[in-house]
């Protein structure tokens, strides 16, 4: 399981050229957000974008693309599980310092407590329990991402690529866009129920649901909505709150209304 990192300097480098656009375009709301409640469709797109995002691990954390046996090119824990085979690992004082060129700048903290299940010399799943903290900044724009996963995941086949994963995640993403005076806080919670990865299809989640909440803020305005997610295989899921349902591509994060 990777502490995933270096993956999100890149998401945020298209993040920064995405606002850069809308506001050259003259798309730059400056309602009061405290006051104003944003439209379903853009809680919608919110969510969706960051429950893919954090299940592919886009925030740091576990990524469920890492399946049940840990990758062997990531960090110092997957040496210590290399070497110690099965059982517990913890590190509670992660620090990780990540820098891209002269711009993108992130700091990771927190720790991680894994307990690695075997039978006989082999990895049939874990449980698993992540803090992490990353911080960081990029020309214009800064950023907040807190993680939290409590994942229980277990082989279903010989060689593992079926398993299934069960357990709570936090996902807090704030991001500051300083230079064109724009901002966005979405912060999730989840509690996934009997999610079902073929891991040989892209790690398609065919069956499973969630709950979630969500509370957000944008310059467009603010939400607070509470709802299930029913994942339906071929990389979608359904997401419902206030009677409302939406389609979301598990690739792509977006949402459309059913």
């Known amino acids: 399981m990777k502490l995933n990192l270096r993956g999100v300097l890149p998401l ?23 006051t104003v409640k944003a439209s379903d469709n853009v809680a919608s797109s919110a969510i969706a974008d ?37 059982g517990f690992y913890i590190d509670t004082s992660l620090n990780r310092v990540f820098n891209q060129g002269d711009t993108l700048k992130a700091t990771k903290t927190g720790g991680t407590k894994y307990y ?17 903290n990353t911080v960081g900044s990029g020309p214009g724009y800064s950023f ?28 807090y993403v704030d991001n500051e866009y300083t230079k064109y005076k724009t901002f966005s806080r979405v912060h999730n919670t989840y509690v996934f129920t009997n999610l079902y990865v073929h891991g040989n299809d892209k790690f398609d989640i065919t069956s499973g649901t969630a709950t979630f909440r969500s509370e957000g803020k944008t310059n467009g305005g603010g939400w607070d909505y509470s709802g299930t997610i029913v994942f339906l295989g071929n990389h979608k899921a ?6 409302k349902i939406f389609l979301i591509d598990l690739l792509t994060g977006k949402s459309t209304p059913a």
């Open 12 to 34: 945020l480098a298209g993040v920064a050229v995405l606002f850069s656009a809308c506001t050259k375009t003259g798309i730059n709301v400056k309602s009061d957000p405290s």
């Open 116 to 132: 690695f299940i075997c039978d006989g010399n082999k990895t049939v799943g874990y449980d698993s329990v992540d803090s992490l």
């Open 238 to 243: 359904k997401l419902t709150f206030l009677n």
């Open 144 to 171: 907040v991402y807190n993680i939290v996963q409590k994942y229980k995941v277990r082989g279903l086949n010989t060689n593992n690529s079926n398993f299934s994963l069960d357990g709570p995640m936090k996902a």
């Open 50 to 86: 960051n429950l893919a995002k954090s299940l592919a691990g886009s925030f740091g954390g576990a990524s469920l693309n890492d399946g049940v046996t840990p990758s062997t090119n990531a960090s110092s824990k997957l040496k210590v599980q290399s070497t110690y085979s099965c």
